[in-house]
């Protein structure tokens, strides 16, 4: 991920009780901010759209999801998310399309948010690191979604399952944008965003040789450190919002 490119960060809002969070790797930066949020009484659910199956080499994916979607609900409830929920679109090779927009459509007619984070939809982190097809699909899904849940004559079998339409939704973040806009204090969160991150250890013992606890909290300080240049000096979570 490249350091934000804006000279200074604007506060995001905080007229907001609701949210719901649908980006894949949750714990690489928003947890800090998600920490800081639940604690100070909102309330975020997790909505994902694979349990990660293929995410490990040397796991078979049967092995693996069950897994990952085990380290996945305690790494949200270190960062106070009691709800999580997974869409069951098969790791690796999410498609987006209608079915991938229905359904994270339905999650947001079921939760009702103010505010939705979704993840960097570009082809790159900012430079030359690339970014997966998975991160794409759903980042770019999201905010066509968020229209579809206010829309009753899209997706009309979501109203006879009794989701009705929700137009509520106010602003989309984007976590891990090279061109963000708004940024979050996270130093009162850091330390669980720590802890949260260190839930899916399998994952982080397959990614590196590096002993866990370094890895992320070594991680999450420099980039929290690294957006607080742009916001007052102080640790910080950077999100590209778009209002609607």
């Not at 947890?31 to 995410?55: D, F, K, N, Q, S």
């Amino acid at each position: 991920m490249t350091e934000p490119m804006n000279d200074r960060l604007k506060p995001m809002p905080e007229d907001w009780r609701r949210a719901l969070a649908d980006p894949d790797d949750l714990e690489y930066g928003c947890a800090a901010a998600v920490a800081a949020w639940t604690g100070g009484g909102r309330e975020i659910a997790y909505v994902l759209a694979t349990r990660g199956e293929a995410g490990i080499d040397s796991l078979e994916p049967d092995v693996c999801g069950p897994l990952r979607e085990r380290e996945q609900r305690a790494s949200a409830a270190v960062v106070g998310v009691s709800t999580v929920e997974f869409l069951d679109h098969r790791d690796g090779v999410i498609e987006y399309g209608p079915a991938l927009r229905r359904d994270i459509a339905a999650a947001i007619r079921r939760h009702r948010p103010e505010l939705v984070i979704t993840l960097n939809h570009c082809d790159t982190w900012g430079g030359v690191a690339w970014n997966t097809p998975d991160h794409v699909a759903v980042g770019r899904a999201t905010p066509d979604a968020v229209a579809d849940a206010g829309n009753r004559w899209i997706f009309p079998e979501l109203a006879a399952r009794g989701l009705e339409p929700w137009n509520g939704v106010r602003w989309v973040a984007v976590a891990g944008s090279s061109t963000p806009t708004h940024a979050v204090e996270a130093e009162s969160g850091l330390d669980r965003a720590v802890r949260s991150l260190l839930e899916h250890r399998t994952y982080i013992e397959a990614l590196t040789q590096e002993e866990p606890e370094t890895y992320a909290r070594s991680f999450l300080t420099s980039r929290a450190q690294a957006v607080g240049k742009h916001f007052g000096g102080k640790p910080a979570v950077a999100f590209e919002l778009f209002g609607r």
